[in-house]
């Protein structure tokens, strides 16, 4: 059964859930709201009792931020847009780094993916050396866009997915079930200056 704590980490609020049942180790994790925490102890508890749990020695030794790191160092390097997938990965070991393999499910990542899409981010800050913004000025925030959000998910993805095939660290691809947002891949089309000019000649 879910047990769902609240305790404060730097002023916050944060939300331990532990889940116990017989014949299956404790399983506990941190997260930031308590639905993540709901979804998260819901999501092992039927995994558990249908038996999809993974009790794998890896996937419980080795954590996300231990993945990340392998990652950088032997994958990256290889990539051509690994400048993209560099810049990413500090909102994942924030996000989850720290959590063990064996924790991370599809669920959790789908909550992570609509945090995402919904939150909004500011491009400047007051006070940082690229930022033009005046002391008292607020900086504007934007909602990212669904092709952003998907080029979060996809170095994630990348990343389990070596885990599984290749470093043999977990048995199970959780962002396999986690889908990517739809895009738009229509193109806004202006008026050459010809084009305008034999525009306001038709209709003048």
Partial sequence: MATIRVRTRNGKSVYNVQVRMVGFPLRSATF???????????????????????????????TLNDAIDRYVKYHLPELKNGKMHRSVLPYWREQLGRMRL??????????????????????????????TLKSDEKPQAFQRKPNTVNNYLRPLSRIFSLAKKEWHWTTVNPMQDVSLLKTSNERTRYLTEDERTRLLVETA
């Fill in 32 to 62: 930031t709201t308590r639905r993540m925490a709901e979804r998260w102890g819901a999501t092992i508890e039927t995994e558990m009792v249908e038996g999809r749990h993974f009790r794998g020695t890896e996937a419980k030794r080795h």
């Fill in 102 to 131: 064996s924790e991370i499910t599809s669920a959790l990542l789908v909550e992570q993916r609509d945090k995402l899409k919904e939150s909004t981010f500011v491009r400047a800050r007051p006070g940082s050396k690229a930022s």
